[in-house]
């Protein structure tokens, strides 16, 4: 049997003590604070289908892939569910926050307040140009898409649906949102007998 790892006692985390966490573990630093986050099975499922609908038009030099830490400076290193880079970093991690065309996280019920705000300051003064947020806790399934403002330092919205959701940013990407929701809705329904 193995014995859990002891994280060392820490209140304020900077990139620099990342290096004393097992190498498996999956963190992600927001300003100065470490999380380790345990998503659901549900979670993962609806990750997988935005990377899928995200990947359609990705052009050959970039990709798209979910769960990839992004150095952003000393106190935050995110792990966005799902995020579009230039290709040139397919092999390193974390991956300079720079070359990162678009962000997405989806909501849990821990992470709502992270999500719609520390992360969005976090990404937007990195120069994340879209950040995309969707949240699986209510009945629909909801979509917000922001870009970079006119300062490049905040992001507006630009949109929010429960509908079928088509942007150009970083390319041509639709997700059907209701297709989502019916199978959100599928997986969590008890089972006959």
């Not at 798209?64 to 995020?83: A, H």
């Not at 974390?94 to 678009?102: G, I, K, M, Q, S």
């Not at 300051?121 to 629909?140: C, I, N, T």
Request: charge should be negative.
């Amino acid at each position: 049997m193995t014995a859990a790892p002891i994280l060392p006692e820490r209140h304020e985390w900077t990139v620099d003590d990342l290096g004393d966490l097992p190498k498996d573990l999956p963190y992600e630093l927001i300003n100065g604070r470490l999380i380790v986050p345990s998503p659901t099975a549900l979670h993962q499922d609806l990750c997988v289908r935005l990377l899928l609908a995200v990947e359609v038009n990705c052009p050959s030099d970039h990709l798209v892939s979910f769960d990839l830490s992004m150095r952003v400076d000393r106190r935050n290193e995110p792990r966005p569910d799902v995020v579009a880079i230039h290709r040139r970093h397919a092999g390193r991690s974390p991956v300079p926050v720079e070359d990162a065309l678009l962000a997405v996280e989806v909501v849990s019920p821990t992470s709502t307040f992270r999500d719609m705000y520390d992360k969005a300051k976090v990404y937007a003064h990195a120069g994340v140009r879209s950040y995309w947020v969707v949240d699986p806790l209510q009945d629909r399934i909801t979509l917000t898409e922001y870009a970079l403002g006119p300062g490049g330092r905040d992001y507006e919205q630009l949109t929010h649906t429960e509908d079928l959701f088509v942007t150009e940013r970083p390319w041509k990407v639709s997700v059907d949102l209701p297709a989502l929701t019916a199978r959100k809705n599928d997986l969590l329904a008890p089972e006959g007998p």
